[in-house]
């Protein structure tokens, strides 16, 4: 076996709010070998979901009807009401997001997310954020990824919002990086 850890979290969110777990990684490696046809954005679905929790939703999407929005550009999304993202709901609303995300370099990754309400970011296959939940606006502790190989890897988002003001971003900074900063579209791309 050539390279077994894609990415490997190294550092726990230590002090996120109730609900907030992170779970050691040990994935395979994923770098997407041709990226040539990928299209920008996460693509989307979304759901009618009057749930309080993640829990269980794969099953939920597996026996539920979705129905597709246009892609999501980057994860820079807040709203006190209204739409939610691309979708054509307003409350109680969940976004199944896939796609890759992009890492321009080899090396250790710093990330944030905020988010209302729930959510679970799963990188090459693996959880690496999870914040579920009906929350207001939650902040979380910035984490590291170890990311081994450069390039497209396969990100995958459960995010619900439930009412009211509805947020989810992430923030990252790459080796040499000085600073958090959103992600921007550049480095988020789905395969139509
Ligand atoms: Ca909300």
Redesign the pocket.
Known sequence: MDRVFGIVRRHLAASLAAGALMLPVAGHAAVLADAGSLQPGLGAMYYFYPMRSLDGVEDFVADSKGRAGDPVPNLEYKAVGGRVMTSRLVDQVLADLKGYLNFPAAGSYRFQVES??GVIIQLDGKEVFKADG?H?DLLSDPFELQVDEAGWHELHIYYF??????TLRMLRQAPGDGALAIVPPADFAHSP
């Open positions: 209302n309400d009906v207001a919002e439930h009412k009211g003001t509805s």
